[in-house]
């Protein structure tokens, strides 16, 4: 294979990868029987690896395994748990670089953003560390005499992670991590088109529970396709599905796992808006915008997609924008400088092109960028539109670097142009007026989860709860009290006297 030919990219070597690779982590060992496929750098299209995915038929035994290996971890003391992920963090230090290496290889994102993201992972091992200590219930008074009521939380079993392309492994660690500490097993199925670094975390993860003389079924990873995704979501023996991608993809995963009464976790679709009022500090908006609009090449979910602009700041605003956007540079993601990397996949860059024909025809004005760059690579420009908020392309999540931009005169205009798409993710707002702030953030502002001033929609914090309203899902994941999804709670009354006086005064005979 070529890339592991180049010096540059030895690294790939240390980090258990090879010119093939298998793809199915299954009963603690690595195999694969199904599909050959190449994995390929998108700034060249060329083939960094081919990886060996996992049949159906090893997903079920590794799932039987991993099923098994439940029993064992969740009997583990919650503290002792921790300390096992405390390790996965060491052991993801270590390596910190040559992962950020791989997720902009395969990925696409720029490398300090494929370091952040595996720091990321890192911090929320961290996290669940400390978690570990606090997985608290409550103790409830009780009505009767010589009664007490109290919370009881215990883990659900097995948790299923689905994972998308354009955050390969730190949404694994918004969920892997906090499983883990709860007491449950994973299975994990990685982006089918990012399956060298599923298999690298994998690896890494495994030899962690090697050396702790733990089953190494207690973490299950497949590289694959829908059929892999289909068979979590039909699986019974998983209570917990949390899946990240499209709405639409995760609206049939929904009713699959709910018709057999599983519980999802969705972080789809986001459509995300960032209000610029009057009062704003222009330098830090437009600074803002360029991170939220440009970062990851517009493919996070969290992208601000929407630019709503004062009227009496419009162009001003704008002038400023379409100078800094002229300063950005495109190119190999891994060399220092670059801003803006390629798309993941030519597939990507050819609904960039249709997307921007769909604009046009829907009235949109391209103020700058709307091409795509010839190349061996999937880049495109940055691109900001001018178009009415009525369009219906803007209701749309079009996956690259494509910013809507529209003027608006009042704040109760804006908000309500926020809360107009099916999408409820992320939004901010530049102000620097009380009134306006509290506003924006009360029952009559933005309508999403994640509700920001003065700040970009992207770049999320993990001890918050992340994630998102309406056709984003309503699932929430890292931080906060997003663990008790991960656990399952008893109510537990226990008499320790010898009468029996019921709830409510009941008298029964």
């Not at 040559?98 to 290889?105: A, D, I, K």
């Not at 190494?216 to 991608?245: K, N």
């Amino acid at each position: 294979m070529g890339s592991f030919a180049r010096r540059e990219h030895q690294f790939l070597a240390e980090l258990g990868l090879a010119p093939r690779n298998h793809g199915s982590f299954a009963c603690g060992a690595w195999g694969g029987s199904g599909a050959v496929i190449a994995s390929t750098n998108p700034t060249n299209n060329q083939v960094i690896a081919e990886v060996v995915e996992a049949s159906v038929r090893e997903y079920e035994e590794g799932m039987r395994a991993c099923y098994d290996a439940a029993k064992t971890w969740m009997a583990i003391p919650a503290p002792k748990r921790g300390e096992i992920v405390r390790q996965i963090g060491d052991a993801l230090r270590a390596k910190l670089h040559h992962l950020g290496r791989l997720v902009s290889l395969e990925m696409g994102k720029i490398l300090p953003e494929g370091i952040g993201e595996v720091q990321e992972i890192i911090d929320m091992c961290d996290y669940a560390v400390g978690l570990s200590r606090q997985l608290n219930g409550s103790i409830i008074p009780s009505e009767r005499p010589n009664h007490m009521m109290m919370e009881v939380w215990n883990p659900l079993g097995v948790v299923g992670v689905i994972t998308a392309f354009n955050f390969p492994c730190a949404v694994l660690g918004w969920n892997a991590c906090i499983a883990l500490v709860c007491g449950n097993c994973v299975v994990w199925k990685g982006a089918p088109t990012t399956p060298l670094i599923t298999i690298a975390m994998t690896k890494i993860v495994a030899s962690v529970l090697e050396k702790n003389n733990l089953p190494g079924a207690i973490f299950t990873a497949f590289c694959g396709g829908s059929e892999i995704g289909q068979a979590i979501a039909l699986d019974t023996r998983i209570p917990l599905v949390s899946f990240t991608g499209s709405t639409k993809v995760g609206l049939m995963v929904q009713q699959q796992v709910n018709a057999r009464f599983g519980k999802c976790l969705l972080e789809l679709s986001g459509n995300n808006a960032i209000i610029v009022m009057d009062d704003a500090d222009i330098q830090l908006a437009v600074r803002s915008v360029l991170f939220a609009a440009v970062g990851t090449a517009g493919q996070r979910c969290t992208t601000c997609r929407r630019l709503l602009l004062h009227e009496s700041i419009y162009q001003t605003f704008l002038d400023q924008l379409v100078e800094v956007y002229k300063q950005v540079r495109l190119g190999d993601p891994l060399e220092n400088g670059t801003l803006l990397g390629p798309l993941h996949t030519s597939a990507s860059r050819g609904a960039f092109l249709k997307g921007i024909q769909t604009i046009r025809s829907q009235g949109g004005k391209i103020l700058y960028g709307g091409s795509a760059i010839e190349s061996e690579g999937n880049f495109v420009q940055p691109t900001i539109v001018e178009i009415s908020s009525s369009a219906p392309v803007v209701r749309e999540e079009l996956f690259g670097p494509v910013l809507y931009v529209m003027k608006f005169q009042t704040l109760k205009e804006a908000i309500e142009i926020n809360n107009s798409v099916p999408q409820g993710l992320s939004s901010s707002i530049f102000t620097r007026r009380p009134d306006i702030i509290f506003k924006w953030l009360g029952p009559h502002g933005s309508d999403c989860g994640i509700v920001n001033v003065n700040i970009p929609t992207n770049g999320a914090e993990i001890g918050g709860a992340f994630g998102g309203e309406k056709a984003t899902g309503g699932g929430r994941e890292a931080g906060s009290d997003s663990w008790k999804q991960y656990m399952r709670r008893a109510t537990c009354t226990i008499n320790y006297g010898s009468e029996l006086p019921l709830a409510q005064g009941i008298n029964f005979g």
